[in-house]
């Protein structure tokens, strides 16, 4: 059942551990669900009640300490030896009384981990404001750092076994976009095209199924295209009308996203216009992106390209993506905007996602690439257009 | 767009602002994705930046303050003034500088409300440790308070509109349960079958379609089945294996959940044994449950059937269900367990969700029940049995 080699996970873990040196941790508290996955294996749609990974210098390996009930799934996913594998009481779970993160920390007290320096994932999204009280109540004697993205940006490389699943995911986002683009006509209920879409998400293809995406699909359509995070109804798509369709591939947890925007009908000449910069604007940045440049450097390519055509981005045009959980399939690292210095390296994962969202109009035309030695390779093979469906 | 008249938001803003006045209240930072929906109609899939309504008694309307590329969807989605719709600007997303709740301590200041004592739910998912700590930082003169489930307790009440949602959402689980039942085969991929779940829950009925759940199908087999929440593989279903099946149908974020247990083959006595046990301590549940009982002695009535049977089951057995985003459909308020002591009341809608897990097995039949002045009525009309293929 693991998606990788138990080695892989032990050189994960290690690396966790130079870094928690390098920040001066004794011990971390992983609550993310992606950084759990990553370092442990564990797998499951638990995370809606607190649960933790722990990394401690002075144990081989991570605790896993998850709700009662979810137990016997650490037992299944996680590579873990079962001594460190905890599960708490079903009276904790949304107790006005206590809070799992009070049996954590009494599960720490008795391993003697209790004390040091702690690291805490402060802005992951299940690691609450009250687990955080939580365990500054109880562990009194520790000290709390904020340990913000430390495990995220180990994940910013991928190995060999993780690309492959991203490439995995690519061919599985090919059939979910060309499913997609074929679904959306005039008169068609949104909601019976989003139909046809997740059942080729959950598919996949005849080698290899396809897991649920972080983000569900969005497709905004009409004046909905003016803004990128609106979900589907049961009103029919319209002749005239934009609809952008910003969806993934996920494999084994991992995704490949990808937008194209579809017009059915003549487009007006502005999308036409627009589309032609944004697709430019795309392909300069993936011919030239390359180990060595920085994050603003390459998005400053992009942003030189639209600037000539007189339009303006304020938001960042992409950033990391791979393992995750939702509500999101970025993350939470390197963002293409300016005044990120991160320098890129080979074999980073990167959704370049220039979309334009005006007053009452939008177009998306994305790309996620795997940056290589040698420049950037788009995962998915979609052809890269403003589509029109006349 | 909106799902719900104006006034009756209206009524519930009002109802918070009650509720605030008794919690000695001035001001309600509301970061849960549903009750931002309940209490002004915003619905997108940004939950995954930091974002909030904040309710006011100063102020009539409520704020909503989000990312400024999603500040359009709050235009297309919710009921309030454009004023006191507010987006921040991209450079507040997942930078190491600035939080965007430094932004929202802002706007509060900017408009007298960043003093006197501050409400924060401060178990909510996606208000996370450093959201607090932002605006513990920010406003120095104001006073916090953990306003916990304030909002969702307002929820647990449903009105005829709302529980007319939950009824759809109801026929289509039912369509989604019949699909999901047939697709359980030998030799069938676990994904294709979850295709055609996810389909049927999209597409809804020819009357109205469905949205995506708060929970994406659970579908544990074979040795799966000892634990509750891990999601599907590419592998094939076996003859002589469970599955169990825990599904919802959901409209306009209504959710109407529901498991169903099935058996590939000749099914072991002791399954069905344990159906037979369960199945009956739901009926009796269904039959007795009425407004006046406290939660924990309807818990006892399921408990007791149970005992004499020789079964124990330590998690809780049932909890208020409706209006939700990912990670959950469950409003965090009622468990039917020993120590709740809730009286029910009528227009209450409960999961009744007696999961039995085991060392190497289990079993789940639910329901969902609307509780009205006579008494529990099951929303779906699913046969209440361990469902036998062979």
Same mark, same amino acid.
């Given at each position: 059942?693991?998606?990788?080699?138990?080695?892989?996970?032990?050189?994960?873990?290690?690396?966790?551990?130079? *870094?928690?040196?390098?920040?001066?941790?004794?011990?971390?508290?992983?609550?993310?669900?992606?950084?759990?996955?990553?370092?442990?294996?564990?797998?499951?749609?638990?995370?809606?009640?607190?649960?933790?990974?722990?990394?401690?210098?002075?144990?081989?390996?991570?605790?896993?300490?998850? *709700?009662?009930? #979810?137990?016997?799934?650490?037992?299944?996913?996680?590579?873990?030896?079962?001594?460190?594998? =905890?599960?708490? +009481? #079903?009276?904790?779970?949304?107790?006005?009384?206590?809070? +799992?993160?009070?049996?954590?920390?009494?599960?720490?007290?008795? *391993?003697?981990?209790?004390?040091?320096?702690?690291?805490?994932?402060?802005?992951?999204?299940?690691?609450?404001?009250?687990?955080?009280?939580?365990?500054?109540?109880?562990?009194?004697?520790?000290?709390?750092?904020?340990?913000?993205?430390?495990?995220? /940006?180990?994940?910013?490389?991928?190995?060999?076994?993780?690309?492959?699943?991203?490439?995995?995911?690519?061919?599985?986002?090919?059939?979910?976009?060309?499913?997609?683009? #074929?679904?959306? &006509?005039?008169?068609?209920?949104?909601?019976?095209?989003?139909?046809?879409?997740?059942?080729?998400?959950?598919?996949?293809?005849?080698?290899?199924?396809?897991?649920?995406?972080?983000?569900?699909?969005?497709?905004?359509?009409?004046?909905?295209?003016?803004?990128?995070?609106?979900?589907?109804?049961?009103?029919?798509?319209?002749?005239? &009308?934009?609809?952008?369709? &910003?969806?993934?591939?996920?494999?084994?947890?991992?995704?490949?996203?990808?937008?194209?925007? @579809?017009?059915?009908?003549?487009?007006?000449?502005?999308?036409?216009?627009?589309?032609?910069?944004? @697709?430019?604007?795309?392909?300069?940045?993936?011919?030239?992106?390359?180990?060595?440049?920085?994050?603003?450097?390459?998005?400053?390519? /992009?942003?030189?390209?639209?600037?000539?055509?007189? =339009?303006?981005?304020?938001?960042?045009?992409?950033?990391?993506?791979?393992?995750?959980? +939702?509500?999101?399939?970025?993350?939470?690292?390197?963002?293409?905007?300016?005044?990120?210095?991160?320098?890129?390296?080979? #074999?980073?994962? =990167?959704?370049?996602?220039?979309?334009? /969202?005006?007053?009452?109009?939008?177009?998306?035309?994305?790309?996620?690439?795997?940056?290589?030695?040698?420049?950037?390779?788009?995962?998915?093979?979609? +052809?890269?257009?403003?589509?029109?469906?006349?």
């Amino acid at each position: 059942m693991l998606a990788f080699d138990r080695q892989e996970y032990l050189d994960r873990i290690e690396n966790v551990k130079l *870094r928690m040196m390098q920040f001066g941790l004794d011990v971390l508290i992983v609550s993310d669900p992606a950084n759990m996955n990553y370092l442990t294996g564990y797998d499951g749609w638990s995370f809606y009640t607190p649960q933790a990974v722990v990394v401690a210098l002075a144990q081989d390996e991570p605790l896993c300490v998850v *709700r009662g009930i #979810d137990l016997n799934g650490a037992k299944v996913t996680t590579f873990l030896e079962e001594a460190n594998l =905890i599960g708490y +009481p #079903d009276d904790y779970v949304q107790s006005k009384r206590k809070h +799992p993160m009070d049996f954590l920390a009494e599960v720490l007290e008795a *391993r003697g981990l209790g004390r040091g320096n702690i690291g805490l994932e402060m802005d992951s999204y299940y690691f609450t404001a009250a687990s955080a009280e939580a365990l500054y109540q109880q562990l009194r004697s520790a000290t709390f750092k904020n340990a913000h993205t430390l495990v995220n /940006w180990i994940r910013v490389i991928k190995s060999p076994a993780e690309l492959e699943y991203m490439r995995q995911a690519a061919r599985i986002l090919e059939n979910v976009m060309t499913v997609a683009i #074929d679904a959306v &006509e005039p008169g068609v209920r949104q909601c019976d095209a989003v139909a046809k879409i997740l059942a080729a998400q959950a598919s996949g293809t005849a080698d290899f199924g396809g897991d649920y995406t972080s983000i569900v699909p969005m497709l905004p359509t009409g004046i909905g295209t003016s803004t990128p995070h609106l979900t589907w109804s049961d009103k029919p798509f319209v002749k005239g &009308e934009a609809t952008i369709l &910003e969806l993934a591939g996920c494999r084994r947890r991992y995704h490949c996203p990808q937008a194209r925007t @579809v017009f059915l009908g003549k487009p007006p000449q502005k999308l036409v216009d627009a589309a032609k910069v944004v @697709v430019e604007g795309l392909n300069t940045v993936i011919n030239v992106a390359a180990p060595g440049l920085t994050c603003e450097e390459v998005e400053g390519m /992009w942003r030189a390209v639209i600037s000539k055509a007189g =339009i303006k981005k304020d938001s960042r045009m992409g950033y990391s993506v791979g393992l995750n959980y +939702p509500p999101d399939w970025g993350e939470h690292t390197i963002s293409l905007r300016p005044g990120d210095k991160t320098v890129l390296q080979p #074999d980073m994962t =990167i959704h370049l996602m220039p979309g334009i /969202w005006e007053d009452d109009w939008g177009i998306e035309i994305s790309e996620c690439i795997h940056l290589t030695e040698n420049g950037a390779v788009p995962l998915a093979n979609t +052809p890269r257009e403003l589509i029109v469906k006349d």
